[in-house]
């Protein structure tokens, strides 16, 4: 069927989902070999062929309206998809041997796979990294059933069957916009978060899994969202909060956008693990990426 001319190249999606990834045109521009300039560009190119506005510029940086959130999200399942298709491709070609595929929690794939897959192809350049983003509890299933050679999930449990190792370690906070009442009191107990209604990622990720352990009894959520960046841009527009990564909301918390609510008598930590197959052991190409992450 024809693509709705609204629909930007892959190419340009990348280079959206970068900039809200990192935090700013000039991070993304050295990501993806470019200038500021051409990635602001991009930017505007992308937005007026959506006919959205995607960012808001500071400047500190940028960060994604509600609207842009969700066209991330999108955009972001989009590239996913891609790279089932380049490594399907590769696989029909009888590059096999020449091919990683790596299924990633959301935060870690935002946050972390980047840099490693990066660190990677210098070290590696003829192993192509193909990258699955699911939450924690599917990237447990791809390992199992074969789908993926290394999985990197966010939850407090080893998923049985998997072998794991700790490659990063990282803290859930609570997050308001500033003109949220929160972000005026005191802390606030663990009852009070329970009984909130909160905007939330979905079922099965690391995220949700490790708040439900620790503060048990929550209410149903106000809103379910697949990523990161739509939570955060979900929280400024709703005044609502949310619990998500450290690593999610570190520029967000120094530029005044998000402000962190501290818990009586409770933090929650959690360990970021890599999983593989326990039967069918780590060798070649994963083991060279998992001493990646874990250097």
Known sequence: MPISPRVPELAALDVLVSVARLG???????EHGLSQQAISARVRSAERQLGIKVFDRATTGVTPTYE?????????????AAEHLASGI???RGERAANLTVAASMTIAEYLVPGWTV??????????????????SDVAAQVLAGDADLGFVEG???PAGLDAREVARDELVVIVPPGHAWARSGPIAPAELARTPLIQREFGSGTRTTLEQAVPG?????LELTSCTAVKAAVVAGNAPAVVS???VAADLVDGRLVAVELQDLRLPRRLLAVWDRDRGLRGSAREFLDIAAG
């Open 218 to 222: 929550c209410v149903a959520p106000l």
């Open 246 to 248: 450290s690593l999610a």
């Open 90 to 92: 590769s696989a029909l």
């Open 156 to 158: 407090p449990d080893v």
């Open 119 to 136: 660190a990677m192809r210098r070290k590696h350049p003829t192993v192509v990294t193909s990258v699955r983003l699911l939450n924690s």
């Open 24 to 30: 700013s045109m000039g991070a993304a521009g050295r």
């Open 68 to 80: 842009g959130g969700l066209v991330l999200e999108w955009a972001a399942g989009t590239l996913t």
